[in-house]
C-alpha cells in the first residue's frame, strides 16, 4: 500500500517525502542522544562524588573519628586537601545536624551546630513509571522536590540503603549536582555525607549540543529547501514541458510548446529534449509519408481498376473476336500493373521496417559496386547483348558509412532503369571516384534515349513512371526507393542528359570518412 501511495507521487513529492522521513528518523536518533547527553555528564560526576565519599567513610573509620562536631571539624582541618576539587562537601548527624561543612572552616564554629531543615533539591529526571533507575552505585529518585529529612528518610525504608543518592539542584544561572550517602560503622548508621558541586558545565555542554543540533537541523532544512527549488525549477518543471509536448503530439493539438528552450540546454535534459524533438520530427515524417504513399497508392490503383471495369463491360457486349482479343490483353495488362503496384508497396514497406533495424558502419562501396556490375553484366549479356563497363580513378579505398546490402540495392535498381532504357548491343557505364571535397562520386551512364523532361527531379518521385511501352512492368516506385536510400546515407542524387549523344547520367555523392 505505501509502495502504492509513493508510486503515485510526483518526482518532487517523493523527494520532499523521502527527506521528511530521513529527517524524522534523524531527529528521534538525536533527541534520544540529546535526552541521554547530561544523565551521562552526571554519572561521570556522581561517580567521581562517590569515590571521595567512600574514600572519606574509609579514612573516618580507620582513623576511629567519633562523628561530632568536633572530631568532624578537626577531620576537615587535618584532611582538606582531600576535598580541595570540590566545591562543598557536608557532614550531618542521624537528626540531620551540620557536623561540618567545607564552606565554614574559616567561618565562626558556631555555624556548625546550625540545623538545616528545608534544603530543597531536584531530582534527575525519570521515566513516566515511579520505578527507581540503578547505574552501578548511583540511585536515581523521582523528579520532584524534596527536604533532605524527607530524603534520607526515604532513604533509610528504601531497599537501596547503604548506597548513594544523587540529586540536581537547577536555578536560573546556577546548576549543582548533589550526592549524598550514608556513613555506616560496625553496622549501625553514625550520619551522613553530601557532597555538592557547581556543574555548570554539564548544563553548559548540553545547551551547546542542543543548539548545535538546532541550527544544524535548520542548516539542513534550508538545504533541502534551496535543493527542492532547484530540483522543480531546473528539472522537475522541464520535465514536466516536456510530458506536456508529447501530449501536444498525441493529441495533435495546436498549442504551442517551449521545447526550443528545453533544445537549447547544454546539459542532459537538453540533449533528452533534441531526441524527442527529432524523434518526434521523424515520426510525423514517417506517417505523413504513409499517408501520401497510401494516397498515391489508391490513385495509382485507381486507372487500372477503372481500365478494367470498362473493359469488362465492353467484353460482355462486343462480339467481334478481334476487339475480344485487344480487351483481354488490356485486362490482362491491368492486372499485371495492379500486382506489380502491390508487390512494389509491400516490398517497400517491408524495406522500411529493415532499415529501422539496421545499423550503420564503415563500408568500402567498391567492391560492393564491382559486385553488381559483374551480376548484372552475365545476365545482360545473354539477355539483351548490354555491356556494362566499370571504372575508378585509381584510389584503393572508397570509405563510407553506409548499409552493404542497401548500397546493392541503389546500384540494381539504377542498372535496371538504365538497361529498360537501353536497346540491343548498347552500353553503361559505372565510374567511382573521390571528389576534392572528400566526398564519393558514383555514375551510372547509358546510351539510352535519355529523360524527356525538362525537370529530371520528377523521376525520383513515388508512382512517376515515363515508360508508356511496358507501362505495367514498372511501378514507377523503383528510383524513388533509390531516392530514399540515398537520402538514407546522407547523400544526394542528380539526374541528368549526356551532352555530347543521347543518354541519361545519374550522380550519386556520398560523404566519405
Do not use: W
Not at 150 to 171: A, H, P, R, V
Not at 264 to 293: P, W, Y
Not at 314 to 335: A, F, G, P, T, Y
Amino acid at each position: 500500500m505505501f509502495s502504492k501511495y509513493l508510486k503515485s507521487l510526483s518526482i518532487l513529492k517523493k523527494f520532499l517525502f523521502i527527506n521528511f522521513i530521513i529527517f524524522t528518523i534523524i531527529s528521534l536518533f538525536t533527541f534520544i542522544y540529546l535526552n541521554n547527553v547530561q544523565p551521562n555528564l552526571i554519572k561521570k560526576k556522581s561517580v567521581k562524588h562517590l569515590n571521595v565519599i567512600d574514600n572519606t567513610i574509609n579514612t573516618l573509620v580507620r582513623l576511629d573519628i567519633k562523628f561530632d562536631a568536633d572530631d568532624i571539624r578537626k577531620f576537615l582541618f587535618s584532611t582538606r586537601f582531600i576535598f580541595q576539587n570540590l566545591d562543598r562537601v557536608i557532614f550531618f548527624d542521624n537528626d540531620v545536624n551540620i557536623l561540618g561543612d567545607t564552606d565554614t572552616l574559616d567561618l565562626d564554629p558556631r555555624s556548625f551546630s546550625t540545623r538545616l531543615d528545608e534544603i530543597e533539591f531536584e531530582s534527575l529526571n525519570q521515566n513516566e513509571s515511579d520505578k527507581k533507575e540503578k547505574n552501578d552505585n548511583n540511585n536515581l529518585t523521582e523528579n520532584k522536590n524534596l527536604s533532605l529529612k524527607d530524603i534520607l528518610n526515604e532513604y533509610l525504608n528504601s531497599d537501596t540503603y547503604g548506597k548513594s543518592y544523587t540529586f540536581i539542584q537547577e536555578d536560573l544561572n546556577k546548576f549543582k549536582l548533589i550526592t549524598i550517602k550514608n556513613v555506616i560503622k560496625e553496622n549501625l548508621n553514625i550520619g551522613y555525607i553530601a557532597i555538592v558541586e557547581n556543574a555548570n558545565d554539564i548544563k553548559i555542554a548540553t545547551d551547546e549540543r542542543k543548539a548545535f543540533v538546532v541550527r544544524t537541523a535548520i542548516a539542513v532544512g534550508f538545504v533541502i529547501l534551496i535543493f527542492s527549488f532547484v530540483l522543480s525549477r531546473y528539472f522537475i518543471k522541464p520535465i514536466q514541458n516536456l510530458v506536456s509536448y508529447t501530449k501536444v503530439i498525441k493529441d495533435k493539438s495546436q498549442t504551442k510548446t517551449n521545447i526550443e528552450s528545453l533544445k537549447s540546454r547544454n546539459d542532459e535534459l537538453g540533449l533528452l529534449s533534441n531526441s524527442i524533438d527529432d524523434m518526434t520530427i521523424e515520426l510525423q515524417k514517417r506517417v505523413a509519408h504513409a499517408e501520401n504513399f497510401s494516397t498515391d497508392l489508391v490513385h495509382e490503383i485507381r486507372n487500372p481498376l477503372a481500365s478494367l471495369k470498362s473493359a469488362s463491360e465492353i467484353l460482355q457486349d462486343s462480339n467481334n473476336l478481334e476487339q475480344r482479343l485487344k480487351l483481354l490483353n488490356i485486362l490482362s495488362h491491368d492486372v499485371l500493373r495492379i500486382e506489380r503496384l502491390i508487390t512494389d508497396y509491400s516490398q517497400m514497406l517491408k524495406d522500411e521496417v529493415a532499415l529501422s533495424k539496421e545499423k550503420m558502419r564503415k563500408i568500402n562501396i567498391e567492391p560492393i559496386i564491382q559486385s553488381v556490375v559483374e551480376d548484372y553484366n552475365n545476365i545482360q549479356k545473354v539477355k539483351k547483348n548490354i555491356i556494362i563497363k566499370y571504372e575508378n580513378d585509381g584510389k584503393e579505398k572508397y570509405i563510407i558509412n553506409g548499409i552493404e546490402n542497401r548500397i546493392e540495392q541503389i546500384i540494381a535498381n539504377l542498372l535496371d532503369n538504365s538497361i529498360s532504357f537501353c536497346k540491343q548491343g548498347e552500353n553503361i557505364f559505372v565510374n567511382i571516384s573521390n571528389t576534392t571535397d572528400k566526398k564519393i562520386l558514383v555514375k551510372i551512364i547509358d546510351d539510352g534515349q535519355g529523360f524527356k523532361e525538362k525537370d529530371t527531379s520528377k523521376i525520383f518521385r513515388r508512382f512517376y513512371s515515363n515508360r508508356p511501352d511496358k507501362f505495367g512492368e514498372h511501378s514507377g516506385l523503383g528510383l524513388n526507393i533509390v531516392k530514399n536510400l540515398v537520402d538514407l546515407h546522407d547523400g544526394e542524387i542528380i539526374a541528368s542528359n549526356r551532352l555530347d549523344r543521347d543518354g541519361a547520367i545519374v550522380e550519386i555523392k556520398f560523404p566519405g570518412v
